[in-house]
């Protein structure tokens, strides 16, 4: 199959190819798409270059590379293949956490005017030796899998019919995994799936000599997985955990969270007083990274809670547009996402379907609340979407997911 062309991220990082002063590192969960982006960043550098020497890529994990384990050897290959060449450089490193301190390494080339690209795993990139030694010096992108407008590209690249109602029902069930795409099989596009997790939990969280208990970090993790849009809370998990017959204590499940959100596996939504403005740091919501990693698995399907499934998926749209999403608290109230493009905000609420007047005034209840002036939305699944009481609606797949019915 033909490879998407992700202009979403390609389009952001365009503006930082030349800029030699700023380290770019691309994040998101394993298996998103990370490497690939990498990839056609390279080749459209290079389709404006005549010497093919400008760029070099290192891939850390393929078998070529084995032996690059040190910053020395990683250093003797990449001025290998510069070679003698003088011009504008750039240097593209994947999986870099293979390579142990690897942060003096990487500044170095950046202050030799080289435009440094790096990808790794998430729980290393981002913490510890490359924070503090780098501050100021990187700037992170965040990648996500696919979209459903990016699903209906790779359908449309590859001369495939794109039936929106059915599209979406696969996605629910299969996520926007890249890769996933290629295996025909959905029971192969699952056992993909439940891959990724096993390879994130190897490769990203066991790699950290914190965790001392497995099987309870496993059980955590499930929790996290199985209940999307959930508020969570260390102490009621250590609670439930114990119910379960599961010793542990609120701090050390907090650790074990840290790491889960660390991998990128989940994502914290945090809390925002409206009526403040202010955080709160008190509780969050959780979210997965894709949808299919909580309905990739059979005893889950049975029972999907369509309701928290499309609050997921809205809330990972938004982040991967760009924007800053929080959960609104007012009073005794919620709204389901506050969201910030850095310049305005708007307000969001999430229903399946608005199937009664009761559903209706429950959604539109806290919007009503809020007295500013800046846009408020209810999205649904809802067919017909009719505006009332200052309220856009919008059809969940139509108006927000492939459409521009959001806007600021």
Known sequence: MKELKRERYLSRIRPFYKDRDLIKVLTGVRRCGKSTIMRQIMEEILSDLDDKRAAVYVDLDSKRNLGIRTKDSLEKLIDSEFGEYEGDRYLFIDEIQNVKDFEPL??????????????????????????????????EFR?????LSEVKAFYQENGMDFIPSEAFQDYILNGGYPKSFSYDNPENRVLY???????????????????????????????????????????????YLRSERIRTTPNTVNNYLDMIYASKLADRCMRLDIFGKKALKTHYKSYVADISLHTSYPDRRHDLKMGHIIEN?????????????????LRNTEVDFVVSDGRGIAYVQVTYLMAT????????????????????????????????????????????????????
């Open 313 to 329: 998926i809205v809330f990972n749209e938004l982040n991967a547009r760009g924007y800053d999403v929080q959960v609104g608290k």
């Open 193 to 239: 799936i439940r891959s990724v997790i096993e390879e994130t939990i190897k490769k990203d969280i066991l790699m950290n000599k914190k965790v001392r208990n497995k099987a309870l970090l496993s059980k955590i993790l499930d929790y996290i997985l199985s209940t999307p849009g959930a508020e969570i809370s260390s102490t009621s998990i250590a609670d």
């Open 106 to 139: 990487v500044n170095a080339y950046r202050n030799d005017g080289v435009s440094v690209f790096i990808t790794g795993s998430n729980s290393y990139l981002l913490s510890g030796e490359l924070v503090t030694k780098l501050t100021g010096r990187y700037i």
């Open 143 to 147: 990648i996500f899998t696919f979209s």
């Open 357 to 408: 007047a009761e559903t209706e005034d429950r959604e539109e209840r806290p919007l009503l609340k809020i007295e500013d002036n800046y846009p408020k939305y209810i999205i649904s699944m809802d067919p017909i979407a009719i505006d009332r009481k200052g309220i856009r609606r919008l059809r969940l797949i139509d108006d927000f997911l492939l459409g521009d019915g959001f806007k600021f």
